[in-house]
């Protein structure tokens, strides 16, 4: 895990046609869905994610780390982890992939099944959440 200096961290959860963005609060307790950024390329979309960061006064990034349910990885899984080094190799803030099972499931529990739209900044939230809890309690450990 990342380093005890507490902040507002950002969550990235990285597709290939929406890009979902949520934040924390400074006491890392609420993660907030942000917006949802069209996917445009990498070239596109790290500029656009960092500037959100800088923006938002974030102390890191969380990208969402596609695993199947099983735990095995994939080529999404693999995606996914080449665009957080890239996105590392651009920013001195600590990017750390974070298991995003079932967020989007749980992001449209959440929202109920008449919502309509994309569920990408709400699984972005979920995703932080997650981070957040884990984070939380290896700080106690």
Do not use: C, K, N, Y
């Amino acid at each position: 895990m990342v380093a005890e200096r507490r902040g507002r961290w950002l969550a990235v959860d990285f597709g290939e046609r929406r890009i979902g963005i949520a934040v924390s609060d400074e006491l890392e307790l609420l993660a907030t869905p942000l917006q949802v950024l069209p996917a445009r390329g990498q070239r596109h979309d790290i500029p656009a994610i960092l500037a959100l960061a800088e923006q938002e006064g974030v102390i890191g990034i969380v990208v969402g780390w596609p695993l199947r349910d099983d735990g095995a990885r994939t080529e999404v899984t693999e995606r996914a982890e080449r665009f957080a080094r890239r996105l590392a190799a651009q920013t001195t803030l600590p990017v750390v992939l974070h298991d995003e099972r079932f967020t989007t499931w749980e992001a449209q529990q959440r929202r109920g099944r008449r919502a309509r739209g994309p569920d990408d900044a709400a699984a972005a939230a979920v995703l932080l959440e997650s981070f957040l809890a884990t984070r939380r309690r290896e700080s106690r450990a």
